[in-house]
């Protein structure tokens, strides 16, 4: 469940778009979880089984049964409450999950912007160099201007 929360959070905070300078707070965007929660979270989750694993041995050696209920119950709710943090974290980004209002949004903001010049450019990484080029250009003119790209 926890894994399946992270990629759900994952997937809704990838904007359909990338955009600098212009405001979309319209879209509530809420601040990236924390690192701690989404970073390698699959490995994160295979430590909760050294608890359970120590109490298990706890018990064997001491043959209090005491000790493997509570690495039992330590491994279930540090498990719950990870899967409870990230539902949490879920439920604040459900709202990204729609890219035709997040478009919606950009499209208006940006006609709202009022760029009399645009900078296209549809090329790969290698070619990027080709909109580098113009960069001072564009600083330099006395009209608002953008540079859409085609790909991220």
């Known amino acids: ?15 359909p778009v990338v955009t600098r300078n212009i405001d979309l707070s319209e879209l509530r965007i809420p601040d990236a ?11 994160k989750m295979l430590h909760l089984d050294l608890a359970p694993l120590a109490g298990g041995l706890a018990w ?17 709710a540090a498990g719950l409450t990870g899967c409870a943090l990230m539902a949490v974290q879920a439920g604040r980004n459900a709202h990204l999950g729609n890219p035709g209002r997040v478009m ?3 499209s208006r903001r940006l006609r709202q912007h009022g760029r009399e010049v645009v900078l296209y450019f549809a090329g790969s990484r290698d ?18 201007a953008m540079i859409l790209m085609r790909q991220r």
Do not use: F
């Open 1 to 15: 469940m926890y894994a399946a929360l992270v990629v759900y959070t994952n997937q809704h905070r990838k904007m």
């Open 127 to 144: 070619s990027a160099y080709q909109v580098n080029m113009w960069l001072s250009t564009l600083e330099r003119l006395d009209r608002p």
């Open 104 to 106: 919606e949004v950009v």
């Open 33 to 43: 979880p924390p690192r701690l929660l989404i970073a390698d979270h699959c490995r």
């Open 60 to 76: 064997v050696l001491t043959g209090d049964y005491a000790w493997g209920l509570a690495g039992v119950a330590l491994g279930l």
